[in-house]
């Protein structure tokens, strides 16, 4: 999956209003979900050199498969 906007929140929990930004990602970071929970997905990102993955809760409508 990919990020499909200009940046994504990373949370630690899927919920807006009580949740902490970890971080964010920008357009065309490459993710795995690793679980759905109520229109949010896991994810773990795909670093590039360099970087640490980082895991935490997106907005699932945020997130574009690379299978089309």
Not at 32 to 39: A, C, N, P, R, T
Not at 44 to 53: D, I, T
Not at 57 to 64: E, H
């Amino acid at each position: 999956f990919k990020v499909n906007v200009s940046f994504a929140n990373l949370r630690d929990e899927p919920d807006t209003t009580t949740s902490t930004i970890l971080f964010v990602l920008p357009k065309g970071t490459q993710v795995e979900v690793l679980d759905k929970k109520e229109g949010w997905s896991k994810i773990r990102s795909k670093p590039k050199s360099g970087e640490q993955a980082r895991t935490g809760w997106l907005a699932s409508k945020l997130l574009d498969s690379e299978i089309k």
